[in-house]
C-alpha cells in the first residue's frame, strides 16, 4: 500500500487560501488520493477524492501532479471553522488507513 | 436517514470487564470499520467488514472481537477491558471500498471508553 507523508502542522490567516501538501510517492497507477478531515473529536468528514485530474468541490480543491508523486488539497477562504486535522489517504486498498495528518490552524 | 449511529456515548470500565460497543447503519452499506483514536493521535483501524458474514483484522485488532451478522449492524466486543484500550471508538460505513469505486465514508459521532 502507497504510503503518504504530510507535514505535522500549518497555520493559515482567515480569508485566505490553504494549500496543504502530501506527498505520495509510491502511489500506484489505480490507486486514488482521498482526503478527510477531523474538526476537534468529531469522527471525520469526507472532503474529497481524485486519481489524475484536478478535482473541486464546494469544500476544497485537489490539485495532483503530473508524475501523482504529491498533490495539494486547496482550501480557497479558510475560515476559523476550517481549523482541523486533514488526512490524506491513498486508496484503493481494502482498508481505509489514516496517517497523523496535518493540523491546520485558521487564525483571525 | 439516521446515518451512522454509536452507543453509549460514553462508558466507563473496570480491568477485566467486557462490553459490546454498537455500531449501527441505515444507509445499506456494504463496508463497516471500526477505528480507535487516542489523544493527540491520528486513527487506528481495529477491524472492518466488508459485509455481512466476512470481517477482517486491522491495524490493531488484538483484544476485540467484531462480528457481522447483518448489513445494518457491527457491534465491538471488548473481551476483558485493559486500560490501554482507554480511547475513543469511531466505527464508519461506506458502499464498499476498491478499485476505483467511489466511496465516502460516514462516521458516528464516537464512543469514549475510559478502562480503570
Known amino acids: 500500500d502507497a504510503k503518504t507523508t504530510q507535514p505535522t502542522s500549518m497555520d493559515c490567516a482567515e480569508g485566505r487560501a490553504a494549500n496543504l501538501p502530501c506527498n505520495h510517492s509510491?502511489?500506484?497507477?489505480?490507486?486514488?488520493v482521498y482526503w478527510y478531515r477531523q474538526i476537534h473529536s468529531q469522527g471525520p468528514q469526507y472532503i474529497i477524492h481524485?486519481?489524475?485530474n484536478n478535482e473541486t468541490n464546494e469544500m476544497a480543491s485537489l490539485i495532483i501532479t503530473e508524475d501523482r508523486k504529491s498533490s495539494t488539497l486547496i482550501l480557497p477562504h479558510a475560515t476559523l471553522r476550517d481549523t482541523a486535522v486533514y488526512y490524506c489517504?491513498?486508496?484503493?486498498?481494502?482498508?481505509?488507513?489514516f496517517g497523523t495528518g496535518t493540523r491546520l490552524q485558521v487564525f483571525p | 436517514n439516521a446515518g451512522v449511529t454509536q452507543t453509549p456515548k460514553f462508558q466507563v470500565l473496570k480491568t477485566g470487564q467486557s462490553m459490546t460497543l454498537q455500531c449501527a447503519q441505515d444507509?445499506?452499506?456494504?463496508?463497516m470499520s471500526w477505528y480507535r483514536q487516542d489523544p493527540g493521535m491520528g486513527l487506528r483501524l481495529i477491524h472492518y467488514?466488508?459485509?455481512?458474514?466476512?470481517?477482517d483484522q486491522g491495524e490493531v485488532p488484538n483484544g476485540y472481537n467484531v462480528s457481522r451478522s447483518t448489513t445494518e449492524d457491527f457491534p465491538l466486543r471488548l473481551l476483558s477491558a485493559a486500560p490501554s484500550q482507554t480511547s475513543v471508538y469511531f466505527c464508519?460505513?461506506?458502499?464498499?471500498?476498491?478499485?476505483?469505486?467511489?466511496?465516502?465514508?460516514?462516521f458516528g459521532p464516537g464512543t469514549r471508553l475510559t478502562v480503570l
Open positions: 464508519a460505513s461506506s458502499y464498499n471500498l476498491g478499485v476505483g469505486n467511489y466511496n465516502e465514508q460516514f
Open positions: 509510491t502511489i500506484s497507477g489505480n490507486e486514488y
Open positions: 481524485g486519481l489524475k
Open positions: 489517504i491513498v486508496l484503493p486498498t481494502d482498508k481505509l488507513i
Open positions: 444507509m445499506n452499506h456494504e463496508y
Open positions: 467488514s466488508v459485509g455481512a458474514g466476512i470481517t
